[in-house]
């Protein structure tokens, strides 16, 4: 069983739409989550963090995490091309705390 | 200020060539990682230095070799690689409290020939 699931999409949504990107994650002593936007040839660039149960809000992005449930997912509201990138879930377990496991990765297609 | 400054951007070398990736931060962080990342795939962690001292390595070649020279700056020497080891090299930093936060370079293109 992988530590972090991602589904690899592509997740194709038309402009101005809410996109959806969700995450589950194995080892329930997990403690700290992350969502990082990467375009093609680029680094990943950290999105959101969030370690309480709940949701957390920045802009257009929110973030929610259900820990009974082991899932974390990313919501881009009014969605725009330029969110079009492939979007990585990061969870790091706190007992080695130097140490991200991360997903496969979600494509996400944004349609002008 | 999150900048992670990594040179070169793009490296082309031959097999038995030896050269060096540098990576630098000044946020005061004093955890610094090298990732490998190959095309579709998510990043994939080699090394991690806590405090400038090798606290996890990912079972590595030894044709990889880190090092940390003092906590701004992290290195990793190259030496006798293959086609198989062409990649974006990432380097990340983080303040190195638990659970925190990485900020990643814009990493070095390494091709192999």
């Known amino acids: 069983q992988k530590e972090v699931e991602q589904n690899s999409g592509p997740l194709s949504v038309p402009e101005g739409a809410i996109a959806s990107l969700n995450c589950t994650y194995s080892?329930?002593?997990?403690?700290?989550f992350f969502w990082y936007r990467q375009y093609s040839g680029k680094s990943p660039e950290l999105i959101m963090s969030?370690?309480?149960?709940g949701d957390k809000e920045d802009g257009r992005f929110t973030a929610q995490l259900n820990k009974a449930s082991q899932y974390v997912s990313l919501l881009i509201r009014d969605s725009q091309p330029s969110d079009s990138a492939t979007y990585l879930c990061a969870v790091n377990k706190g007992r080695n705390f130097n140490k991200f496991y991360f997903g496969s990765g979600t494509k996400l297609n944004v349609k002008p | 200020d999150t900048e992670v400054t990594q040179t070169p951007k793009h490296l082309v070398m031959g097999m038995t060539n030896k050269k060096s990736l540098k990576c630098e931060q000044h946020m005061g962080h004093r955890a610094m990682y090298w990732y490998k990342q190959k095309a579709k795939k998510p990043p994939e962690l080699m090394f991690v230095y806590s405090y400038e001292k090798l606290s996890i390595n990912e079972s590595v070649p030894s044709r990889f070799s880190p090092e940390c020279p003092n906590s701004s700056l992290l290195n990793l020497h190259l030496h006798a690689l293959q086609p198989e080891d062409s990649a974006l090299y990432l380097c990340?930093?983080?303040?190195?409290?638990?659970?925190?936060?990485?900020?990643f370079g814009p990493g070095t293109r390494l091709t192999v020939l």
């Open positions: 969030i370690y309480s149960n």
């Open positions: 990340a930093s983080s303040q190195g409290l638990p659970a925190d936060t990485q900020y």
């Open positions: 080892d329930r002593v997990s403690q700290s």
